[in-house]
């Protein structure tokens, strides 16, 4: 499959946890990476040649660090924008349909923290709902996050480690050496038109 990773940091140049990450994936053949704030700085979305990026690969990722219990602004803007009716969704939306999308999160929180009696109270899969949903009604696969927690206060050992972790799964859903429909988000059904129908 071809992977397009979209990636979405609004200070990437102090970035330290997106960054390893990035670079753990830069180069890699049919992996396509897009700085969406780099070529977007205003937000003005070309949403003609997004669509095109998205009809090129099989494999979306949203990779961004976790802003207020979501995305940095540019993601909304790019689905607002990029996913139109009759396009991804609704009648005779069915470009996107049979693709899969995984989101790839840096969080400033613990693991801990992250769930019933943390601070935070819920994990992250449950913040990241929206884009579940929104895979769901745009007939896509979607699979459980790739998280890392507490990127920053990790030792450098650690922070290579988990980059080379993400390397390894994209690298392997790349390759079909990994399923990406044994790695569904918890509790994810797969939409009715997700098979067959990806135009
Ligand atoms: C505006 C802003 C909002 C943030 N919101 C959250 C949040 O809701 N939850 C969280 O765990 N961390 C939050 N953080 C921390 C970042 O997620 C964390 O610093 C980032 O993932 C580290 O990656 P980086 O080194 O690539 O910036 C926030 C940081 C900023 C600047």
Request: with cysteine; charged share 20%; proline share 6%.
């Amino acid at each position: 499959m071809n992977v397009l990773v979209l990636f979405a940091h609004p200070r990437s140049r102090t970035s330290v946890v997106q960054r390893a990450m990035l670079q753990a994936i830069a180069g890699l053949e049919r992996v396509t990476i897009v700085d969406l704030y780099a070529e977007y700085p205003s937000l003005d979305i070309d949403v003609g040649r997004e669509q095109q990026r998205l009809l090129e690969h099989e494999f979306i990722v949203l990779q961004h660090p976790f802003y207020w219990y979501s995305s940095p602004a540019i993601l909304k803007e790019w689905q607002d924008l990029v996913l139109e009716n009759g396009w991804a969704y609704g009648p005779g939306g069915t470009r996107l349909a049979g693709r899969f999308l995984m989101s790839a999160v840096s969080t400033g929180g613990s693991e801990t923290a992250y769930r019933e009696g943390g601070r935070n109270r819920f994990d992250v899969s449950e913040f990241l709902r929206p884009f579940d949903q929104t895979a769901h009604l745009c007939s896509m696969a979607y699979l459980a996050p790739f998280v890392v927690h507490a990127g920053r206060r990790l030792s450098p050992e650690a922070l290579a480690a988990a980059a080379a972790a993400y390397r390894e799964l994209i690298t392997g859903l790349r390759d079909g050496a990994i399923d990406p429909l044994a790695r569904l988000a918890e509790g994810y059904t797969l939409p009715p038109r997700f098979a067959g129908e990806r135009r």
